[in-house]
């Protein structure tokens, strides 16, 4: 008899992941938060009414990537480009600095703590740690610094800039890095291939743009959230099956292609309804239904201690160090800093990616998890104090 559990279990997850949702934004914190905790609560973390073990664990799985490619697609309509021309150099330093020294923090994190035998794999692995930790998530400091007045100012167009380069500069090196995980990889092939996708991706907006005008004249917008969706999964497959590139890259710059286009603000209010309607809180409620922190040992429970130190320092001092070069003043620099610790969606998609392909242990993920969740919550509080000095 075919079961219907899929039913009950969506709705559950719905549920929750809204109501703790709504109660995060009541305390001043990103949703996604709310989302993930709700996913904790009902996996094996806590009440294990839902695991990554259940007869339905399939068809969540599949929600669950289809949640995750859209929110990279989404991720790439809300770039803003204008934004980038306005802080130009400055942001861009900031992001440069600000992802090398978290990539080498997480590096050598894992570093000390697991890395043993020099193999290829284990460099590999490291690297994505620090990968990882390349990620910004700015929602929480754009809603901090409007309360406080500084949102358009040079500072905090200088984060949302920076920003957004990081994601850009964290989705190329997550490309690079899964590219290597293939079997006797080579690296020219390698180097070989990743110019070949650009090209791709060069092509594929060339065209999308030229169908986009074809489209505007003819003042035929209702069917473009379609073609853009199917733009997306498409990018999606070519990238993951044809160029070895992760499937979320894809998803991103499908969401890029479209960002600077007139059916940008359409297909987002489209594609948001769709998305953060349910795929978006399956993904989030997922991460913590493959979420054990029962199974924490002292060894990860330190790794995660130290890790979330590191993603801490290394976001302010590299960062930091770009706002000083760009001169801006010392209380600047360190504000700049403190608004780009917040790791959020981005990180856990990343994340996810790399169980997947197996470049982070499963044993690793819940101290991910604790790293995102605690520089979510800290970020604001960081916030107020030094910019308020």
Sequence with gaps: MESY?????????????KFLG???RKIHMPQVVGALVAGIILGPSVFGVISG????????????????????????????????KKTGIASFIIAIIGVIVPLFGGYFTYKIFFYSEGGFDEVLKAIFVGVVLTATSVSITVETLREMGKLKGKMGTAILGAAIIDDVIGIIVLTVITSFKTPNVVILDVIIKILLYFVMIIVVS?????????????????RVAIYSLALCLILSYVSEVYFGVADITGAYFAGLIICNLGIKDYVT????IISYMIFSPIFFASIGFDT?????????????????????????IGCGIGAKICKFSNSDAISI???MVSRGEVALIVAQKGVEMGLLDNNLFPAVILVVIVTTLITPILLKFVASK
Aim: overall charge negative; charged content about 15%; proline content about 0%.
């Design 5 to 17: 559990d899929f039913l009950w279990i969506i709705a559950i997850i719905l549920i929750s992941t």
């Design 206 to 222: 060339f065209i999308t743009h030229i169908f986009a005008n074809i489209i505007d004249k003819n003042n035929n917008n209702r």
């Design 292 to 316: 054990n922190l029962r199974e924490l040992s002292s060894s990860i429970a330190w790794f995660a201690i130290v890790l979330l130190i590191v993603a801490i320092a290394t976001k302010i």
């Design 53 to 84: 073990g259940t007869s339905n664990s399939e068809f969540l799985s599949v929600m669950s990537k289809i949640g995750v490619i859209l929110l990279m697609f989404m991720a790439g309509l809300e770039t803003d480009l204008e934004e980038l």
């Design 22 to 24: 709504i109660f995060s």
């Design 337 to 339: 800093g403190v608004g």
């Design 269 to 272: 209010r489209k594609m948001s």
